[in-house]
């Protein structure tokens, strides 16, 4: 797994070879969208892709400049997929029959779908470790960062950050508002410890209150 669980849109477009307008295409017309979309138009980062987000991505892209699968095939294939498999784009082997797409079911190690058709098997099996090597090197996180919150200048536009990563505050914070206990933002976020998450929900208390305060006394 890679060190890294929080990506940009840049890093994204690294990563994948996609354009920023291919993916605000992609997540206009509902083929795929970020793990997590801020509703404040106008900030930096808005979306922050998980790894497995990534991996979803370049399978899609993969799948598109390769083996040239339809965006209709991709979005329609994607509406039955999400409705039964967890991260089906970066979990499960895809295959054509004929020009279509078709997909293998883990449980029962069939093809869904393939209608006697000869199946072309696509690898994209690697893609998770591609990704992985592609950026273990970009961070190290020393053990003493574990619990602090920090910023600077050049990391996330000035944005407090869990230390040691470049994860703001505020998307824990974000998590937190909509419910997510600490396990599960943790499982979003699985390089952080709960103390991270602890002490990143602590701070962002901190700064509403005083900006709450600030706008009382006003």
């Not at 040691?164 to 599960?184: D, K």
């Not at 979003?188 to 709960?194: A, D, G, H, K, Y």
């Amino acid at each position: 797994m890679s060190n890294i669980v929080a990506f940009t849109t840049p890093q994204v477009m690294k990563l994948t070879g996609l354009s920023a307008s291919t993916l605000r295409y992609w997540e206009h017309t509902d083929v795929f969208a970020a793990s997590y979309i801020d509703d404040q138009f106008g900030r930096a980062f808005r979306r922050i892709y998980s790894f497995r987000d990534v991996v979803s991505l370049r399978t899609l892209a993969f799948l598109r400049r390769q083996h040239h699968v339809s965006l209709d095939q991709l979005r329609r294939a994607g509406t039955y997929l999400v409705e039964h498999y967890e991260t089906p784009w970066a979990s499960l082997r895809f295959g054509l029959a004929g020009k279509r797409l078709i997909f293998r079911d883990p449980g029962s190690g069939q093809w869904r779908d393939p209608q006697g058709q000869t199946v072309l098997e696509i690898p994209t099996l690697g893609i998770p470790e591609e990704i992985s090597q592609a950026t273990r090197d970009w961070t190290c996180r020393a053990p003493e960062d574990v619990g602090r919150i920090e910023r600077n200048r050049y990391v996330q536009h000035n944005a407090w950050v869990i230390a040691g990563t470049r994860i703001p505050t505020a998307t824990i914070w974000a998590f937190h508002a909509e419910g997510y206990s600490h396990a599960a933002i943790q499982r979003e976020f699985p390089r952080l410890t709960l103390i991270d998450i602890e002490r990143a929900i602590e701070h962002e208390t901190i700064l509403r209150q005083s900006s709450d305060a600030m706008l009382q006394t006003a």
